[in-house]
């Protein structure tokens, strides 16, 4: 009976997207933290199967780079990205799928375009509104947090 349930678990593991949003939250422990660093413990303990897209990664390290020149210690910020979440890899097809929906920022429409190519079942963003008419279910990582 146990190995039939872990194997139906495993099978029906929720699949999340998590805006860079929510990273930085959790880097710089900015309002919301608690809650992002939540999430960020369920995709290291393999509770829910976490994504970032790649080109996340390279704003990231802009952003890592802007506000610390300890290069070291942004290379084991980003090694560290890399090792808790599976990266979506950006290609031509994605970006033109990305430019044929109606999400007014084209960062957020290749995030719903990639989502929606690896079968994500949920975004996790603290701005939904920039995702208002995405076909992948935008949470808040409270609202996350609260499904069973």
Known sequence: MFLIKRNYEENFMKTILIDLNIILDYLNKREGHEKALEIIIQCCLKKVKGFICAHEITTLSYFLESESKDKNKNIKTISGILK??????INKTLLEKALLLNINDYEDAVIV???SEEGINYIITKNIKDFKNSQIKVLLPEEFLAIK
Do not use: P
């Not at 808790?84 to 890899?89: D, K, N």
């Open 84 to 89: 808790m979440f599976e990266i979506i890899e």
């Open 113 to 115: 375009a990639s989502a």
